[in-house]
């Protein structure tokens, strides 16, 4: 919702009926997912807090398809990442190297191949394909998340789905699949686009 809102208001990018239904199950799959009720009052504000996360990812995902699409994927995914660098800045410079360094070797090939597997490639994968997708399905095939987490849990944990859960996973893939069937834009579009101003 927060993208779609975003790319409408600063970069003129109509939202579609589809788009608009796909973000509604995807807020009715997070309310089922996540149980806002169960939520003691005091802690409201920290939720509404939060919302800033949601906030900065779609303000980020339109940015990178309105604005960025002519840089390089890899200077695209290293502005993009850039935030996270600055955000984890003052705790990498407070903290003890031992608390930041692998111990063993062991350590060293986890690190490495959990930034491989859920940083490098993924971000690589995003910033490449967002400005041919558009944001508003960026954003909605990027909810696809929630029920990958789930299958994680379930698969590599033994974890158990409800049926609030399950309900949630449906909805976000029913999302997803609503908003398949619109065109995609070809990267030479993309690129020949001139910015809007």
């Avoid at 111990?103 to 910033?127: H, M, N, R």
Wanted: with cysteine.
């Amino acid at each position: 919702m927060f993208t779609i809102a975003i790319a409408w208001a600063l970069f003129g990018d109509q939202p579609t009926r589809r788009s608009l239904i796909a973000a509604g199950l995807i807020v009715v799959a997070a309310i089922f997912a996540g149980s806002p009720a169960s939520v003691p009052p005091d802690q409201i504000p920290l939720l509404l807090v939060s919302l800033a996360a949601p906030f900065g990812f779609g303000f980020g995902i339109c940015v990178l398809v309105h604005r960025l699409s002519r840089i390089a994927p890899l200077a695209r995914m290293a502005s993009v990442s850039l935030g996270s660098v600055i955000g984890l800045a003052p705790l990498i410079l407070s903290s003890e190297v031992g608390e930041i360094l692998p111990e063993s070797g062991d350590d060293w090939f986890l690190v490495v191949g959990f930034g491989l597997v859920t940083a490098l490639i993924p971000q690589l994968i995003y910033t490449i394909c967002s400005p041919i997708i558009g944001a508003a399905r960026t954003a909605v095939v990027g909810s696809i998340e929630l029920p990958t987490m789930f299958a994680v849990g379930v698969l590599a944990f033994g974890e158990v789905i409800t049926g609030a859960q399950a309900l949630a996973c449906a909805l976000v893939l029913g999302a997803i699949a609503l908003t398949q069937s619109r065109s995609t834009r070809t990267v030479t579009t993309v690129i020949s686009k001139e910015p809007e101003r």
